[in-house]
Nanobody
């Protein structure tokens, strides 16, 4: 199994910045894709940014130019740097990891979610 622990959420004024972190642990052979999703009240969960193991990251149009996803493969950690935050970025942010365990089993794991609130 792969266990994810997120941190870094909180409240910030519009225009401010936050940095989210998500550390993966467990029986991990290789992590393929690491992603951040978010879900606002009444909305479906949506993809914010994703970073494959061996290619460039991709972003939702709504966050391009403001958010940056990065990963530290040695530490099995993914980050989301969020700048120029807007009230519409308010949501619970979830880390997602697609990995292969030491037993060669594919896993798709989710973090517990961290609240991000952007005040007008």
């Amino acid at each position: 199994q792969v266990h994810l622990v997120e941190s870094g959420g909180g409240s910030v004024q519009s225009g401010g910045s936050l940095r989210l972190s998500c550390a993966a642990s467990g029986s991990i052979r290789v992590i393929n894709t690491m992603s951040w999703y978010r879900q606002a009240p009444g909305n479906e969960r949506e993809l914010v940014a994703t970073i494959p193991r061996s290619s460039s990251p991709n972003y939702a149009d709504s966050v391009k130019g403001r958010f940056t996803i990065s990963r530290d493969s040695a530490e099995n950690t993914v980050f989301l740097q969020m700048n120029s935050l807007k009230p519409e970025d308010t949501a619970v942010y979830y880390c997602n990891v697609q990995a292969l365990t030491m037993s060669f089993l594919p896993v798709n794991s989710w973090g517990q979610g961290t609240q991000v609130t952007v005040l007008p």
